[in-house]
């Protein structure tokens, strides 16, 4: 589980809130991306913000947006097929959170990322 935090601080604060993930698998195309909220917690309902790509962890291209819904269900975002060339070979990936939601701050129990090997 990961909390943006503390509560505090997001909530009178408005700067962005990011997750990067090093990425050891080799998947060549990027295709949706898996988040779920933190369970029974609709702190982040509404949250909105961008995926992005980085193949050193410095240089960084957006290639999607999200919108957190008020479900515990997992939540798919799709890329679209456009971004599959900027994918490829990524080994970075940012969440960053423009939005801190209706409550607190942004809450996921869970992320997925999926995609395919040539």
Request: charged residues 25%; proline residues 3%; glycine residues 12%.
């Amino acid at each position: 589980m990961w909390q943006s935090g503390p509560a505090w601080d997001i909530a009178v604060s408005p700067v962005q809130v990011d997750i990067e993930l090093k990425m050891d698998s080799e998947i060549d195309y990027i295709t949706k991306i898996m988040l779920q909220r933190r369970q029974n917690n609709g702190g982040c309902n509404n949250a909105e913000g961008g995926f992005y790509v980085s193949k050193d962890g410095n240089n960084w291209e957006k290639v999607g947006d999200f919108k957190i819904a008020d479900t515990n269900d997992e939540q798919f975002f799709e890329l679209d097929e456009s971004t599959y060339g900027t994918t490829k070979g990524a080994k970075h990936l940012r969440i960053q959170f423009d939005t801190k939601g209706d409550g607190f701050g942004p809450m996921l129990a869970e992320i997925k990322v999926y995609g395919y090997t040539l």
